[in-house]
T-cell receptor, first 118, second 114 residues
Framework: AQSVAQPEDQVNVAEGNPLTVKCTYS??????LFWYVQYPNRGLQFLLK??????LVKGSYGFEAEFNKSQTSFHLKKPSALVSDSALYFC????????????????FGSGTRLQVQP | ETGVTQTPRHLVMGMTNKKSLKCEQH?????MYWYKQSAKKPLELMFV???????ENNSVPSRFSPECPNSSHLFLHLHTLQPEDSALYLC?????????????FGQGTRLTVV
């Protein structure tokens, strides 16, 4: 079984400050990890993913995430937050053990609402 | 635009009605998904279709019935729903390459059961 935990329902940060949105995961094997963002009344938009290689992954809109195998974490970060970054952020995982069938869907966390104050 | 289109965007239906949600993807993907999003809960995977074959059904009540007539279209047929079925229903697609690819989501259908 695979699962994702996003321990914070909401993160508040001032514009221009660095932001971190936390994510930890659980899989039986090695993970593929993803971050998505959801703006009001919209579907989920892909931000970035970790498949293999460098633990620091860079994605859209200046976001990045660091894969930490020992802590089973994949926290989302941005050096300088913008008001327009305010949205709902979802972390997702897929177990590599499902890659033979290629049919394993993503498992999502419950989401973290990011609020960036001007 | 993500290349995944869902219709309608909003739907209000009574508990005795029958309605269908439609999803169309223009990305040439070979897998499609239905997710349910309720407030303050993780996205719940409902159904997975890979190469038009249903490969996963996460104990979804039979009042939800999926249909995938071809690799570009996915439907969710609804009948005799309950108020607790009110949620945002999201369709997604991906090109399955050993699990490495991200899914692309539609904008969702906001369903209200009255």
């Amino acid at each position: 079984a695979q699962s994702v935990a996003q321990p914070e329902d909401q993160v508040n940060v001032a514009e221009g400050n660095p932001l971190t949105v936390k994510c930890t995961y659980s899989v039986s094997g090695n993970p593929y990890l993803f971050w998505y963002v959801q703006y009001p009344n919209r579907g989920l938009q892909f931000l970035l993913k970790y498949i293999t290689g460098d633990n620091l992954v860079k994605g859209s809109y200046g976001f990045e995430a660091e894969f930490n195998k020992s802590q089973t974490s994949f926290h989302l970060k941005k050096p300088s937050a913008l008001v327009s970054d305010s949205a709902l952020y979802f972390c997702a995982v897929r177990d590599r053990n499902g890659e033979d069938t290629g049919r394993r869907a993503l498992t999502f966390g419950s989401g973290t609402r990011l609020q960036v104050q001007p | 635009e993500t290349g995944v289109t869902q219709t309608p965007r909003h739907l209000v239906m009574g508990m005795t009605n029958k309605k269908s949600l439609k999803c169309e993807q223009h990305l040439g993907h070979n897998a499609m998904y239905w997710y349910k999003q309720s407030a303050k809960k993780p996205l719940e995977l409902m159904f997975v279709y890979s190469l038009e074959e249903r490969v996963e059904n996460n104990s979804v009540p039979s009042r939800f019935s999926p249909e995938c007539p071809n690799s570009s279209h996915l439907f969710l047929h609804l009948h005799t729903l309950q108020p607790e079925d009110s949620a945002l229903y999201l369709c997604a697609s991906s090109q399955e390459i050993r699990g490495r690819t991200e899914a692309f989501f539609g904008q969702g259908t906001r369903l209200t059961v009255v």
